[in-house]
């Protein structure tokens, strides 16, 4: 089906506000995680902004994709196939970074890798390790690394949390403690860093209209004989906009924090689900 059916979530005034006002203009921004959703939004709109890109994850061929997004808006990417669970491969990243841009402004940790899905009373635990590496350690890994350049720019770091901050709903509670200890990190290293003029803090999304949840009403809409309209609908009824956040509309608020805008604000935890949690 046509990506166009509910909604693209690229408005052009939004993006006029990002060319127009430079928010990023002259920084560069380091990007972990980038995939065809979120990692990318983050990685083109920090670009729109004006802000060159290091483009961090497993797969070379994902990143060259998202790279060329970059080039052809008219800012240097820099592609570095990065496994951040690995020491070694993390230091290559901040020297590459360092050595061929020069700088760091901002560093959004987007990587994620999905714990068991299934209750704490039955969960393995290899597989909780498995998910606080990816999810806790790597992030602090990556950050600890980057001080230094952050330092230097008094730069800012971006966690990608999760609304599963806001519930327990059954199955989740592996999610929840990697996602729960994220956000601990990102306070704690708020107020560590703060002295060195380095800002922490954490968007976290709820749904993310986008190629899984997509496939996923596509799937609900067959089995029950109804539209992926429908699907949607029924979805974002539980939100108070009465819609679903799209990629683009909540890396808009990651480079709110990654930008000047949010030059006194660190350790916060900014909800960007439509309404569909308070906090």
């Given at each position: 089906?046509?990506?166009?059916?509910?909604?693209?979530?690229?408005?052009?005034?939004?993006?006029?506000?990002?060319?127009?006002?430079?928010?990023?203009?002259?920084?560069?921004?380091?990007?972990?995680?980038?995939?065809?959703?979120?990692?990318?939004?983050?990685?083109?709109?920090?670009?729109?902004?004006?802000?060159?890109?290091?483009?961090?994850?497993?797969?070379?061929?994902?990143l060259d994709k998202v790279a060329?997004?970059?080039?052809?808006?008219?800012?240097?990417?820099?592609?570095?196939?990065?496994?951040?669970?690995?020491?070694?491969?993390?230091?290559?990243?901040?020297?590459?970074?360092?050595?061929?841009?020069?700088?760091?402004?901002?560093?959004?940790?987007?990587?994620?890798?999905?714990?068991?899905?299934?209750?704490?009373?039955?969960?393995?635990?290899?597989?909780?390790?498995?998910?606080?590496?990816?999810?806790?350690?790597?992030?602090?890994?990556?950050?600890?690394?980057?001080?230094?350049?952050?330092?230097?720019?008094?730069?800012?770091?971006?966690?990608?949390?999760?609304?599963?901050?806001?519930?327990?709903?059954?199955?989740?509670?592996?999610?929840?403690?990697?996602?729960?200890?994220?956000?601990?990190?990102?306070?704690?290293?708020?107020?560590?860093?703060?002295?060195?003029?380095?800002?922490?803090?954490?968007?976290?999304?709820?749904?993310?209209?986008?190629?899984?949840?997509?496939?996923?009403?596509?799937?609900?809409?067959?089995?029950?004989?109804?539209?992926?309209?429908?699907?949607?609908?029924?979805?974002?009824?539980?939100?108070?906009?009465?819609?679903?956040?799209?990629?683009?509309?909540?890396?808009?608020?990651?480079l709110f924090f990654a930008s000047p805008?949010?030059?006194?604000?660190?350790?916060?935890?900014?909800?960007?689900?439509?309404?569909?949690?308070?906090?």
């Amino acid at each position: 089906m046509s990506d166009t059916r509910i909604g693209t979530g690229h408005d052009a005034a939004a993006d006029a506000a990002l060319g127009g006002a430079g928010l990023l203009t002259g920084k560069v921004v380091v990007v972990s995680g980038i995939g065809p959703g979120l990692g990318r939004s983050i990685a083109v709109r920090a670009a729109r902004a004006g802000a060159d890109v290091v483009l961090a994850s497993r797969t070379e061929k994902r990143l060259d994709k998202v790279a060329a997004e970059v080039r052809e808006i008219g800012r240097k990417a820099l592609v570095v196939p990065t496994d951040i669970t690995d020491e070694a491969a993390a230091e290559n990243l901040v020297r590459r970074t360092v050595d061929e841009l020069g700088r760091v402004d901002a560093l959004v940790n987007n990587a994620f890798a999905i714990p068991p899905i299934t209750d704490l009373v039955t969960v393995e635990l290899d597989g909780v390790r498995a998910g606080f590496e990816t999810n806790v350690l790597a992030a602090l890994r990556l950050t600890r690394l980057f001080v230094p350049a952050l330092a230097e720019a008094r730069g800012s770091v971006v966690m990608i949390n999760s609304a599963v901050l806001r519930h327990s709903r059954r199955t989740f509670g592996p999610y929840k403690m990697a996602k729960a200890s994220l956000l601990a990190l990102a306070q704690s290293l708020a107020t560590e860093l703060g002295p060195q003029g380095i800002r922490v803090n954490s968007v976290a999304p709820g749904y993310i209209y986008a190629g899984n949840l997509k496939w996923y009403f596509d799937y609900q809409a067959e089995e029950r004989g109804i539209t992926h309209e429908e699907v949607y609908a029924e979805t974002a009824e539980t939100t108070d906009l009465r819609k679903l956040p799209e990629p683009d509309e909540i890396a808009d608020a990651v480079l709110f924090f990654a930008s000047p805008l949010s030059r006194i604000v660190t350790g916060a935890c900014l909800d960007v689900n439509a309404g569909e949690f308070h906090h």
